[in-house]
């Protein structure tokens, strides 16, 4: 319940973001797409500290963030995001991207996903290989399980905590 309205629904979607670092990581000029829509672009100011989060809020949600700790924004095109979607970063200070697949393959997806990066960013070029975290549940946050590998377990969500990790 990210807006604090006593209910957990579709409004209450979020990405967040993990540093596992040392540092703090300076996220002006990112970009996270949700599908082929970009869905937010950091701006100066936009940093997460070492060892913290940055959570984007869907922006359906509207007025104050709640229940998130840690540095975070609304979204700045909603995020909508559902089972069987794709979740990009785009770090320009790298040009480079990673790509989540919420589900169990949709290649054409991951392709369109990849078009719209390099629609924006001609030369950038994907780190590492795609992720798939096999199917999501509603109402719940799908996340790395804490097992130091690659499998995804689906939990309840935790804002401020480690969810979603894909970037290192």
Do not use: K, M
Not at 82 to 87: A, M, Q, W
Not at 135 to 155: H, I, K, L, P, Y
């Amino acid at each position: 319940d990210v807006n604090g309205d006593t209910s957990v629904d579709v409004n209450d979607e979020y990405i967040e973001l993990y540093n596992s670092t040392g540092s703090p990581i300076n996220l002006n000029g990112w970009e996270i797409y949700e599908g082929a829509n970009l869905a937010h672009t950091f701006g100066a100011g936009d940093n997460i500290p070492a060892g913290g989060t940055f959570t984007i809020v869907d922006s359906a949600v509207g007025g104050v963030i709640t229940n998130v700790t840690g540095a975070s924004a609304f979204s700045d095109a909603g995020l909508g995001i559902g089972n069987g979607d794709v979740i990009s970063l785009y770090d320009p200070n790298t040009n480079t991207y990673v790509i989540v697949n919420l589900g169990a393959g949709n290649a054409p997806l991951v392709t369109d996903a990849e078009n719209a990066i390099l629609a924006n960013h001609a030369t950038a070029t994907q780190e590492g290989t795609t992720e798939i975290t096999g199917a999501t549940v509603s109402g719940q946050s799908t996340q790395r399980a804490v097992d130091g590998g690659s499998t995804f377990v689906n939990e309840t969500p935790t804002a401020g905590a480690t969810n979603l990790c894909f970037a290192a």
